[in-house]
Nanobody, 129 residues
Framework: QVQLVESGGGLVQPGGSLTLSCAAS??????????MGWFRQVPGKEREFVAG????????VYTDSVKGRFTISRDNAENTAYLQMNSLKPEDTAVYYC????????????????????WGQGTQVTVSS
């Protein structure tokens, strides 16, 4: 019903920046109905919550390892969510996934992956010199 497509990944040197985009399409009606989140995963490891933003008031939550470096945002008119990543470190290397959740408390940031209904295909971010 809803399709999410991530873009913006690539190779960047430590200390550099990237902005990831998540474009939503399909029967979403409006992106304002959805809490949005970003997750990341490396081979052989569990998917990790990175950042989330609520359906209303754009309340944000970040995992401690990215706090102060990453910023999640949304543009409901463009049906797009973003993840601005600054001061990138090699440990940030992963496949980054966008997710959308239409249910629950609209002021709550959804941090559990199983609560999300829709996922993108992922975009690779590699931080290396």
């Amino acid at each position: 019903q809803v399709q999410l497509v991530e873009s913006g990944g690539g190779l960047v040197q430590p200390g550099g920046s990237l902005t990831l985009s998540c474009a939503a399409s399909g029967r979403l009606l409006t992106l304002s109905y959805y809490a949005m989140g970003w997750f990341r995963q490396v081979p052989g490891k569990e998917r990790e919550f990175v950042a989330g933003i609520s359906r209303r008031d754009e309340i944000t939550v970040y995992t401690d390892s990215v706090k102060g470096r990453f910023t999640i945002s949304r543009d409901n008119a463009e049906n797009t969510a973003y993840l601005q990543m600054n001061s990138l470190k090699p440990e940030d290397t992963a496949v980054y996934y966008c997710a959308a959740e239409p249910e629950g408390n609209p002021y709550r940031v959804v941090t559990a992956g199983y609560e999300y209904d829709y996922w993108g295909q992922g975009t690779q971010v590699t931080v290396s010199s």
